[in-house]
Structure formats: structure tokens, C-alpha cells
């Protein structure tokens, strides 16, 4: 696509609920990320993926996140049992080229609100 | 471990006026130094970058210096628009180690007619 992709853009839930955010990342971009934005927190690193290796889940707060992302492509972010304090903006990224190089391209993010 | 500490904001300033923001930074390895731009509503976009040392981004009137004698790269424009006012990301990332790009907290900026 022409730029990164996610949906829903605002998503409001119950606690204790699940939810799934998604992703589609630049097509032929092998880097995908996921940060958390919370109000004056930056962007908090979560889960990376990098073509078939298996990704990097050191960020995740919790086991109530986890991610897939298939076939290399669309990703999924899901928070189970969700809490208020994971309420926050939720950003996906995707990067091509040499890691660490090159810019990321950034969704317009998906706007969590847990009540 | 990676890290950006960038100037608290909000910085509040009248058009045409000077703009620095500062942001330092610590790496293990050789890091690319960035700055991203949010819009109210939108999403992160780049906004400038430097690969190596000494290397100078610039984009949109804005300038950034990769200094690495001083772990800095601190954004300037000489004359901020309203058009400008948005939160500014300093961010780096290493092409050895962990690829994982690692963000300053942002700095608001707000720029009044």
C-alpha cells in the first residue's frame, strides 16, 4: 500500500475486554514495530519483528500483550483482559533496507480507551 | 542500552523567532541520529536524518548537526511558522546490536501569529 495502515483508528472498550489492533505496513518493508504513545510518556517500544526471525517481544508490559504478524506482513497486536492504564495511542511502524539506517514510516495509530 | 533525552516542553515562541530543541543521546555502536515531526492528528513523520558524523539534516528550513564529540543533534530553524507548531521527536538507531528505534519523550511546540 502506499503507506502504513491501521485499523481501527479509535477503538473504546470495557475493562477486562480484548481487543486486536492491526497493521499493514508498507508493502516489501521486512521491519515492523509497534510503540505505545501515552499523554507526555514519548513512544514506548513493544514488539519488533524483522522478516522470519523470530521477534523481538522485549517491550510488551505484560503477558496480556502479545503480537503476530503473518506471512510477513499484516501484524496484530492483542491485549487481553484489558486495563485502564493501557489506554493509550497504539503506533505501528514499518522500516526497509539496512536496519538502523533508514527512516520509519509510521500508521496514524489506533486510539485505545479503556473504561 | 540506547537512550534519547530531549528538552521538556512546551516550547512556546512568536512567529519568525529562533527555534533550538535540544536532544543528546547514548548508543552502543555507531547510531543514525532523526527527527520526527507530529502534526496535530497525524501520524510521526520524518522530518530530518544523519547517518554519520558531522553530517548535517535538513529539511522544511529546519537543520539538525550529528555531533558526536558531544552525544548531540539538536534541531534549529531560524524563522518558526505557525505552520511549525507540532511535537518534535529526537530518535536514533544503531545498525548493530538492537535495530529497534529508540524515542526522546517529544517536545511540544507552539508557535502564536
Known amino acids: 500500500g502506499a503507506g502504513v495502515s491501521q485499523s481501527p483508528s479509535n477503538k473504546v472498550t470495557e475493562k477486562g475486554k480484548d481487543v486486536e489492533l492491526r497493521c499493514d505496513p508498507i508493502?516489501?518493508?521486512?521491519?515492523l514495530y509497534w510503540y505505545r504513545q501515552s499523554l507526555g510518556q514519548g513512544l514506548e517500544f513493544l514488539i519488533y519483528f524483522q522478516g522470519n526471525s523470530a521477534p523481538d517481544k522485549s517491550g510488551l508490559p505484560s503477558d496480556r500483550f502479545s503480537a503476530e504478524r503473518t506471512g510477513g506482513s499484516v501484524s496484530t497486536l492483542t491485549i487481553q483482559r484489558t486495563q485502564q492504564e493501557d489506554s493509550a495511542v497504539y503506533l505501528c511502524?514499518?522500516?526497509?533496507?539496512?536496519?538502523?539506517?533508514?527512516?520509519?514510516?509510521f500508521g496514524q495509530g489506533t486510539r485505545l480507551t479503556v473504561v | 542500552g540506547n537512550s534519547v533525552t530531549q528538552m521538556e516542553g512546551p516550547v512556546t515562541l512568536s512567529e519568525e523567532a529562533f527555534l533550538t530543541i535540544n536532544c543528546t543521546y547514548t548508543a552502543t555502536g555507531y547510531p543514525s541520529l532523526f527527527w520526527y515531526v507530529q502534526y496535530p492528528g497525524e501520524g510521526l513523520q520524518l522530518l530530518l536524518k544523519a547517518t554519520k558524523a558531522d553530517d548535517k539534516g535538513s529539511n522544511k528550513g529546519f537543520e539538525a548537526t550529528y555531533r558526536k564529540e558531544t552525544t548531540s543533534f539538536h534541531l534549529e530553524k531560524g524563522s518558526v511558522q505557525v505552520s511549525d507548531s507540532a511535537v518534535y521527536f529526537c530518535a536514533l538507531s544503531t545498525s548493530g546490536g538492537s535495530y529497534i528505534p529508540t524515542f526522546g519523550r517529544g517536545t511540544s511546540l507552539i508557535v502564536h501569529p
Open positions: 511502524a514499518s522500516t526497509q533496507g539496512t536496519p538502523g539506517r533508514t527512516e520509519a514510516f
Open positions: 508493502s516489501g518493508h521486512t521491519a
